[in-house]
């Protein structure tokens, strides 16, 4: 082989490397921000046809409908814990401690981000609520099609404490 060649050999060599390198770092770095969405069936039976469920401490996003009467507040902190449920009918919990949405209630559909704590409970470090009756992300709609929405009701205290 000439030296010719064997330059040209070492270049190319060393930009495959390079780039092999840069795709390889790119990618790690994109690890820790890849959120999959899961609803509470797909998360308790497995996604798709091949029935993958996620790890215990993967990053995840999940979807459905916060159960009436399973929000539970922690007196001393801001710790609260709800149940979430599709139209497929599996429970799952969500752990959450800070400031939850003012849109927030019972009945409604949410989204929390968080990492998955068991094979049916969620430790969330975001919740989102649903902030329009009309907009709904693609996925959620579809898993919760069929549950009924749950308006809520208020006592009239609440009704005159809310006009004061």
Do not use: C
Not at 8 to 26: D, E, I, K, Y
């Amino acid at each position: 082989m000439n030296p010719r060649r064997k330059k040209r050999m070492a270049l190319l060599v060393s930009v495959v490397l390079g780039l092999s390198l840069m795709t390889g770092l790119v990618l790690y770095g994109l690890q820790q921000n890849i959120d999959l969405f899961y609803t509470p069936t797909e998360l308790v039976q497995g996604k798709g046809d091949t029935k993958v469920k996620p790890e215990v401490g993967q990053r995840l996003r999940i979807g459905g409908m916060v159960v009436p009467g399973s929000v539970s507040r922690d007196q001393e902190s801001l710790k609260v814990s709800f149940d979430l449920v599709d139209a497929g009918g599996e429970e799952i919990t969500v752990v959450f401690e800070g400031i939850l949405p003012d849109l927030f209630r019972e009945g409604q559909g949410i989204v929390a981000q968080g990492h998955l704590a068991d094979a049916r409970t969620i430790t969330a470090f975001e919740v989102l609520a649903k902030h329009d009756e009309e907009y709904m992300p693609p996925e959620v709609a579809e898993a919760l099609k069929g549950i009924e929405h749950v308006k809520p009701e208020y006592s009239p205290e609440q009704i005159k404490g809310s006009r004061s």
